[in-house]
């Protein structure tokens, strides 16, 4: 009964967030309300995968909770898929091309820069704007996230 329960109320909230038809989607993310998903997105939820509400990921953004690094160079002597979920916040913005390895968390109220890849089991803290590769924060973004709400605008 329980398990009927849950399966309804996945259906009823299945389309709180919107995608483009073009991005692919692995597995069962879970996925917060308002979120929107661009075109020619990965989204890979093999390892657990989730997205905090009004989140965007832009188009061509890729999220891997999954890696066969290990058993493809060990000709299969090490024969796991490793997988490891992954997090991102509330409120996020993943720009274009951008890229989440497996283990990455990033926190809520933050940017991650167009074509920047946040490197396995990196943990990027909340109100954070991050870019290029390896991703690193280049400052925080509360106090101008407070400025837009008093002013109305981007700083
Ligand atoms: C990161 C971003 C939000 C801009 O942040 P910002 O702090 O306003 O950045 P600025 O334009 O002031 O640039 C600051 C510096 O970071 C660099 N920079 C900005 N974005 C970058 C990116 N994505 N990758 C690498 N470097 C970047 C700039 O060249 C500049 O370098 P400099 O100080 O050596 O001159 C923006 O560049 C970005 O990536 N937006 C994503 C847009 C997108 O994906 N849109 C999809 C449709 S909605």
Redesign the pocket.
């Known amino acids: 009964m329980l398990a009927l329960l849950k399966g309804l109320w996945r259906r009823i909230t299945a389309h709180s967030f919107r995608y483009n038809p073009h991005c692919w989607i692995i597995g069962n993310p879970q996925i917060g309300e308002g979120v929107w998903i661009?075109a020619f997105t990965l989204i890979d939820a093999q390892g657990g995968l989730k997205i905090g509400k009004w989140t965007?990921i832009?188009?061509g953004?890729h999220i891997v909770t999954h890696s066969t690094v290990w058993r493809c160079v060990s000709e299969r002597r090490f024969p796991a898929n490793e997988r490891s979920p992954v997090e991102i916040g509330d409120y996020c913005?993943?720009?274009?091309?951008?890229t989440i390895l497996r283990g990455a968390k990033i926190g809520h109220h933050s940017?991650?820069?167009?074509?920047?890849v946040v490197t396995e089991f990196t943990e990027i803290p909340p109100y954070s704007?991050?870019?290029?590769?390896p991703a690193k924060v280049?400052?925080n973004?509360k106090e101008e996230i407070e400025k837009i709400a008093r002013e109305g605008r981007p700083p």
Request: net charge negative; charged share 10%.
């Open positions: 661009g965007d832009s188009s953004a913005f993943v720009g274009e091309n951008a940017v991650i820069g167009a074509g920047a704007l991050a870019t290029v590769v280049v400052r973004i």
